[in-house]
């Protein structure tokens, strides 16, 4: 059975840094890409990007290259969300998912539970 | 503003048929297949039916997909109260900027 589970919730101050994981298991890791998703309070879903653990190629929605890092560790099975720099913007639930697909673009067939990210003074 | 348009919300009584839409462009919608989510509230999305109309193992044949042009809909009959929750759709943009996109969330609520 494909899983992915991630980190705990997290409670940061702006200005502070940030890594949260997702550790998959029940697959091959480095065969698949894994994406990361926003859900801001009370708001709808959003497409971060992608990293294919096999050779650490990355793709970024252009809303968020800058903003974040995404890492992986194929050694671990485990991809990573990174920020240098909080804001309280950054506040929000981050989704780990993986494509069914080889080329990163097909439909999220398995989901994280989640990681909530507060980001406050 | 998201990429793909979906109406805010629908609502019908249990037992009813209802549909959501998902509207995009040539570079989304129209050039990629179409997969919905379903989010209960509190937890994870759950995939719903993925490649337009097809439904993973696990998912009762009361939800259908279709896909015509740039425009996609998510049926589901015979509701239930346990099917109030937020749908999704979701593509890839083929664009420059080439990436996932999502729509902004339908939330159902079965009177």
């Known amino acids: 059975e494909v899983q992915l589970v991630q980190s705990g919730a997290e409670v940061k101050k702006p200005g502070e840094s940030l890594k949260i994981s997702c550790k998959g298991s029940g697959y091959i890791f480095t065969n698949y890409w894994i994406g990361w998703v926003r859900q801001m309070p009370g708001k709808g879903l959003e497409w971060m990007g992608i990293i294919y653990p096999g050779d650490s190629d990355t793709r970024y929605s252009p809303s968020f290259q800058g903003q974040v890092t995404i890492s992986a560790d194929k050694f671990i099975s485990t991809a990573y969300l990174q920020w240098s720099s909080l804001k309280a913007s950054d506040s929000a639930m981050y989704y780990c998912a993986r494509p069914h697909d080889h080329h990163g673009s097909g439909y999220f067939d398995s989901w994280g539970q989640g990681t909530l990210v507060t980001v406050s003074s | 503003q998201s990429v793909l348009t979906q109406p805010p919300s629908v609502s019908a009584a249990p037992g009813q048929k209802v549909t959501i839409s998902c509207s995009g462009s040539?570079?989304?919608?129209?050039?990629?297949?179409v997969s919905w989510y379903q989010q209960l509230p509190g937890t994870a999305p759950k995939l719903l039916i993925y490649?337009?109309?097809n439904r993973p193992s696990g998912i009762p044949d009361r939800f259908s997909g279709s896909k015509s042009g740039t425009s996609a809909t998510l049926g589901i009959t015979g509701l239930q109260t346990g099917d109030e929750a937020d749908y999704y759709c979701g593509t890839w943009d083929s664009s420059l900027s080439a990436g996932g996109v999502f729509g902004g969330g339908t939330k159902l609520t079965v009177l």
């Open positions: 490649d337009n109309n």
């Open positions: 040539s570079s989304n919608v129209g050039d990629n297949y």
